[in-house]
Each structure stands twice: as structure tokens, then as C-alpha cells.
């Protein structure tokens, strides 16, 4: 039996809940041990979504943001995509390194080495989430750094890592620490096959 797009998310929200939940956790936890203080986070909302919806999620196909990719092998093949707009990204950064935001500069390597550290880290700890509710078993790639307009940051998945389907789980993460708020997109792109795997093992499909 086949599902919309709609009766996925209504039957199995609970489900996808829990992955962002214990995805977000595990996130968050690993970031606190990194910075060695304490992160506070907001219960993340998860839902599935359609690729073309992603430029609209993110604030508008004009809006620059920054996207960490890894390429996702094993039970489950894909990637994964964090975004974030350019402000939650160098307050990320400087959360990470202890130092004080000056601005919206470039970034220089070393920050761009912690941002792909960063996300390799918060994607570890999202695939331990999907595998304890699934069972699969999944590796991820190098993380690459992107920097362009939200209607773009897709394109560079594609280019990377071949055809996937147009379909993506999507947990919207907000954490903060003192004074200093940070939002990061969580987008889990399958392929077509990974994607009915994924539901499958859900018990949809």
C-alpha cells in the first residue's frame, strides 16, 4: 500500500518525534562536551518534507546560508544536510572555539574546519538515532562545506553525490547557551530505494 506524502506524517509523526528527540539529544550532548558547558534545546520539530519546499523552509531562496553535506552509505544511502544561516553558523563557531562574534566575515579554515567537525559530529549522532529505531546500519562520509544562497545549497548534494529521491526528513534543531541562540536544519535525503527501506522499517510500506 502507497501513502501520501500527508498520511506519512500523520501516521507515524510519533515516530519521527522520537528520532528528532533522541537525534537532538545525542546532538546536543555530544556539542556540550565539545565546548565543555552546558547546551539547553527546544524540542525540535520533525515532519517530512518535499525537496522543493526546502528553499521555502529555510527562509527564502535568496537567503544566504551555510550547509554541511555528508554522503550516507550502508543499509540506508543518501546524505545529509545541516543549514543554518550565516549568523548561527559563526555563533557556532565561536561557541565551539570560546571566542567573542566580531561580525560576519568570511570564514577563515580553521572555522571552516569546525564547522565540518561540527556537523560530522551532529550527523553521527542523528544516524545512532535512526539506526536504534531501525535497526540499519549506515556510515557517513567527509563532511563538505557550502556557502550560497538557500535556492542553491541543493545543488551542490547533486553535484557531490549523484541522484537521490525528492523526498527528506526534516528536523528543525534550536539550541542556546547563555545569550546566544542558534538554529540548525537537519534535512536526511535517501534515495528512492533507502526511502521505502526507511518506511518499511517504519512499518508503512
Do not use: C
Request: charged share 15%; net charge negative; proline share 3%.
Amino acid at each position: 500500500m502507497n501513502f501520501s506524502n500527508s498520511e506519512i506524517n500523520e501516521m507515524y509523526l510519533d515516530v519521527l518525534k522520537e528520532l528528532g528527540n533522541i537525534g537532538t539529544g545525542n546532538a546536543v550532548s555530544a556539542l556540550a562536551m565539545m565546548i565543555g558547558r552546558k547546551i539547553n534545546m527546544k524540542v525540535p520539530v520533525v515532519k517530512m518534507v518535499k525537496l522543493q519546499e526546502v528553499p521555502e523552509i529555510l527562509g527564502g531562496a535568496e537567503i544566504p546560508v551555510v550547509g554541511i553535506l555528508l554522503n550516507v552509505e550502508g543499509d540506508i544511502e543518501g546524505f545529509i544536510m545541516f543549514v543554518m544561516s550565516q549568523a548561527s553558523a559563526h555563533l557556532l563557531v565561536n561557541m565551539l572555539m570560546g571566542t567573542a562574534l566580531n561580525g560576519y566575515s568570511e570564514f577563515t579554515d580553521i572555522e571552516k574546519s569546525a564547522l565540518m567537525e561540527i556537523g560530522n559530529i551532529l550527523a553521527g549522532a542523528y544516524l545512532t538515532a535512526l539506526s536504534s529505531l531501525t535497526g540499519f546500519k549506515m556510515i557517513q562520509s567527509v563532511p563538505q562545506l557550502a556557502e550560497d544562497m538557500a535556492g542553491a545549497i541543493l545543488s551542490f548534494p547533486a553535484i557531490q553525490f549523484g541522484e537521490t529521491g525528492d523526498t527528506a526528513l526534516y528536523i528543525e534543531t534550536e539550541i542556546f547557551e547563555e545569550s546566544s541562540r542558534i538554529v540548525a536544519d537537519f534535512f536526511l535525503i535517501p534515495t528512492i530505494e533507502s526511502y521505502q527501506k526507511m518506511l518499511k522499517a517504519l512499518g508503512v510500506a
